[in-house]
């Protein structure tokens, strides 16, 4: 797999008649090893070991109900009172960061009402902090370290 502008990590991966598989700490099993899959273990073990996320508090593509679609989320970080803290987006490496993805979020997180939202195809990588009380958000250089 391709290398990433993320820190490093050691991954379980194997390989089976249905192609190669890595393993998911936080959905506990093993998954599809696609290029998307490549960028959100990566983004996973950076929550966990540089943000100081528990990885109780980080949850993996679950559908959410957008504008009467069912949608799916890549990962969303919890904060202890259930309220949602981060929404992370995540793209192959291939995929170019467009308006079109920011718009996908954006269409989440009116769901949401994430603190901050996050866009990375493991190469780029574009964090916001969302700013309800005057209807804006800004563009911040990278997510906070978590506080529980």
Known sequence: MEALRLPSAQFRVKSTEKGRLIFDKVRKKFVHLSPEEWVRQHVINWLQEYKRVPLSLINIEKQLIV???IKR???VVYNKDGSIDTIVECKA???NISQEVFDQIARYNLITQANYLMITNGLSHYY???DYK???YSFIEDLPEYVL
Do not use: F, H, L, R
């Open 73 to 75: 989320y890549d990962i």
């Open 128 to 130: 916001c902090q969302m």
């Open 134 to 136: 005057n209807e804006k």
């Open 93 to 95: 490496p291939s995929i």
């Open 67 to 69: 504008a009467g679609t």
